[in-house]
């Protein structure tokens, strides 16, 4: 198994706080990413990352912020969470070293995120 | 724009049928990548296949198989001999140039025993 940690599993937070998700490789991966996942909508991307502090906005960014200072970390930020936040996040890596590579995400295995 | 596209929102089998998920693709690239993933009830995604837009050859590994056609923008999988523990969501992804991957809605294949 790709060597990637999310945390929290789950969290149940109320709207207007602030919630931090972290993901951990364990890869030295130049690439990654934050997908959240809602019924009918399947996996969108928010925001991803190409190198330390390097960092870019997915399809669906709006609310919120990724900051990578590790290569082995990228956290994504909801400043004020909402109840359309709620879903399934997931980080993703992939061994991609720039260029037309695409090589395979590989995900870790989510956060159930709940804002009441 | 780039666009997957998966019709069937949910398939029900009985186990030993085969069967067939569809995913249509929309890009101007000329060269990207296709992918399919599993997730099965556990929750976790699982990387089952790449494939170029340079190689139109089909893949057989087992009991699945892909079938790649430029011409028509479809990338489809097919299980052959279904059984229990093919039941899952499978999601169609494409990734043209720049490492961004576009995923489909996915297909939630249900195999009745």
């Known amino acids: 198994d790709a060597g990637i940690t999310q945390s929290p599993r789950h969290k149940v937070t109320e709207t207007g706080t602030p919630v931090t998700l972290r993901c951990h490789q364990t890869e030295n991966h130049r690439y990654m990413y934050w997908y959240r996942q809602d019924p009918g909508h399947g996996l969108r991307l928010i925001h991803y990352?190409?190198?330390?502090?390097?960092?870019d906005k997915g399809e669906v960014s709006d609310g919120y912020s990724v900051s990578r200072s590790k290569t082995e970390d990228f956290l994504l930020t909801l400043e004020s969470a909402t109840s359309s936040q709620t879903s399934v996040y997931f980080c993703?890596?992939?061994?991609?070293?720039?260029?037309?590579?695409?090589?395979?995400?590989?995900f870790g295995n989510g956060t159930r995120l709940t804002v009441t | 724009a780039q666009k997957v596209t998966q019709a069937q929102t949910e398939i029900s089998v009985v186990e030993k049928e085969d069967v067939t998920l569809d995913c249509v693709y929309e890009?101007?690239?000329?060269?990207?990548?296709l992918f399919w993933y599993k997730q099965p009830p556990s929750g976790e995604l699982v990387f089952l296949i790449r494939r170029n837009s340079f190689d139109e050859q089909n893949e057989i590994s087992g009991r699945y198989s892909w079938n790649f056609q430029k011409s028509t923008s479809s990338f489809n999988f097919t299980i052959t001999a279904s059984q229990v523990v093919d039941s899952a969501v499978y999601f169609c992804?494409?990734?043209?140039?720049?490492?961004?991957?576009?995923f489909g809605t996915g297909t939630s294949l249900t195999v009745i025993p």
């Open positions: 993703a890596i992939s061994e991609a070293e720039g260029g037309f590579d695409n090589s395979p995400l590989h």
């Open positions: 992804a494409l990734s043209p140039t720049g490492n961004q991957f576009y």
């Open positions: 890009t101007r690239d000329t060269t990207y990548y």
């Open positions: 990352s190409y190198g330390v502090k390097d960092t």
